[in-house]
């Protein structure tokens, strides 16, 4: 095995790993700190007066990862491709 396969390997292997990491991380921790509010909740109001309401986060301080975001529309596309499917089946 020379230098230059090795290192092919290595460049189409490490976006694979890198995917395959994140998908992990989506599936064992979904949600992420709000970067707004810095997982507060609580942002200052346009004047700086008053706190109120993360809009982001709904005042939660955490949001969803884009990657979960993902994941969870194509499982709904999933299973409405599956009661479909179930449907057609039981109108034969
Ligand atoms: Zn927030």
Not at 9 to 16: D, G, K, N, R
Not at 72 to 79: D, F, G, K, L, V
């Amino acid at each position: 095995m020379t230098l230059t396969t090795l290192l092919t390997i290595a460049i189409i292997l490490a976006p694979v790993l890198i995917t395959l990491g994140y998908i992990r991380t989506c599936h064992s921790r979904p949600f992420k700190h709000c970067g707004r509010c810095q997982g507060t909740g609580r942002v200052r109001s346009t004047f700086g007066l008053s706190m109120r309401e993360c809009p982001p986060c709904q005042g939660t301080g955490r949001r969803l990862r884009t990657g979960r975001h993902v994941l969870n529309y194509a499982r709904r596309i999933r299973q409405a491709h599956n009661a479909a499917r179930l449907h057609d089946d039981r109108r034969r």
